[in-house]
């Protein structure tokens, strides 16, 4: 199989304070993660794409020093949400890519972890 | 830029009654289309996939052509059960391995 976790499924939290979410592959090496936010009825969006050892790759808009990314080995990317505010609540998806010897790497998709700042 | 846009729902059926949930898509060049599907309380998952002009994707039931002439890759289900009801997901790839999402369609089969 292809499993990807995330912790935690949900957390609440004061403004101002900065929450990270882990995603984990359970039992492949992931060559790339990628991070999604996903409003309420609305569809995923990619805020950035990251590979093991180097620096992430932001999507326009997305404030890099707000959303900080870490890809410390091939099975772990973590999202620090620095200085949190409400608006910043959404669930956050993450994916990691399994090179399947076909011309692209399928993503397989986290749980999400719904993050709620009051 | 790339944009996947599909028909919002929620989409309310009875058991066994055919379903279908359009998807149109804006790209460049000659993208790979998706149908992910998430179920509750979990995350997104591969349900099926075309590469090409024509290619069918098919799995559990489910079929979806890529229909370059008409930029469409509708999603479709000749009986569906109670335990399809999830929201489904629309995508495509251009370049590189980036996914371009739909706004996902929420299906709600009832018995």
């Known amino acids: 199989g292809a499993v990807v976790s995330q912790h935690p499924s949900r957390v609440i939290c004061k403004s101002g304070t900065s929450v990270k979410i882990e995603c984990r592959s359970l039992?492949?090496?992931?060559?790339?993660m990628f991070w999604y936010r996903q409003f309420p009825k609305q569809s995923l969006m990619l805020m950035a794409t990251?590979?093991?050892?180097?620096?992430?790759?932001?999507e326009q808009g997305v404030e890099k020093d707000k959303f900080l990314i870490n890809h410390a080995s091939l099975t772990l990317s973590t999202l620090t949400v620095t200085s949190a505010h409400p608006e910043d609540s959404s669930f956050y998806i993450c994916?990691?890519?399994?090179?399947?010897?076909?011309?692209?790497?399928?993503?397989?998709f986290g749980p999400g972890t719904r993050l709620t700042v009051l | 830029g790339n944009s996947v846009t599909q028909m919002e729902g929620p989409v309310t059926l009875s058991e066994e009654a055919f379903l279908t949930i359009n998807c149109t898509y804006t790209?460049?060049?000659?993208?790979?289309l998706f149908w992910y599907v998430q179920y509750p309380g979990e995350g997104l998952q591969l349900l099926l996939k075309?590469?090409?002009?024509?290619d069918k994707g098919s799995n559990k039931g489910f079929e979806a052509t890529y229909r370059k002439e008409t930029t469409s890759f509708h999603l479709e289900k000749g009986s569906v059960q109670v335990s399809d009801s999830a929201v489904y997901f629309c995508?495509?790839?251009?370049?590189?391995?980036?996914?371009?999402f739909g706004g996902g369609t929420r299906v709600l089969v009832k018995p």
């Open positions: 994916s990691a890519s399994k090179p399947d010897g076909e011309t692209y790497n399928e993503q397989f």
């Open positions: 039992d492949f090496q992931a060559t790339t």
């Open positions: 990251s590979n093991e050892g180097s620096k992430a790759t932001y």
């Open positions: 790209a460049t060049g000659y993208p790979s």
């Open positions: 075309a590469t090409k002009a024509d």
């Open positions: 995508a495509l790839r251009a370049a590189g391995n980036k996914l371009t």
